[in-house]
């Protein structure tokens, strides 16, 4: 019984040290950013952040780390890009795409969870691409709050689009090589 114990104090501690990495990850990849002068929405290293550690981490873990990650940073750690945290960012014009993060993480998972190989071979760019759909299914109705829907598009898709593809690539790649690399 004593083992039975240790056994799973020891999976509680492997789960929350990869949890608390994926958040340290987030908060590192929103650390790279391009700030547009036209748009309240910066080109960040987020979406590559999430897609990574949403394909990578077991699907419960994904969806922890990211909202620890949104809820930490609305706390007012200063875990979003420019170190920024607080509620302002949450409220404020990005907002949405903080919480399609989540989301994101969330249908990679449930994905995962039904299809357990699908986020190996190629099917994980669909799957990868449906994550990125997540994010701006709830960033450009949010953005649209701020911008009106006349300008969310040019404001907050369009230009989004090479970079997006980009860490959607990079994050693709990331994931195939560790997959070969571990097994």
Known sequence: MESLHALVQA??????????LAVFGLALAA?????????????TGQTFGVLLAAALL??????MATAL???????????????GGGWSYLL??????????IAAAGLLAAVRSRWPQALRGWRL???????????????????????????????????FLPGDL???????LTVQALQRWHG
């Open 58 to 63: 077991p699907p419960g873990e994904a969806v």
């Open 11 to 20: 999976r509680l501690r492997a789960r929350g040290v990869r949890v608390l």
């Open 92 to 101: 404020g014009p990005t907002g949405g795409y903080l919480l399609g993060f």
């Open 125 to 159: 760019w669909p799957a990868l691409a449906l994550g990125n759909l997540a994010i701006y299914a709830l960033g450009l109705p949010w953005l649209a709050v701020f911008v009106g829907w006349e300008r969310v598009l040019a404001l907050g898709f369009l230009p």
């Open 69 to 83: 990650y949104v809820l930490a940073g609305t706390l007012g750690l200063p875990v979003f890009t420019g170190f």
């Open 31 to 43: 650390q790279v950013r391009v700030v547009l002068p036209f748009t309240p929405v910066p080109i």
């Open 166 to 172: 980009l860490k959607l690539l990079l994050a693709g």
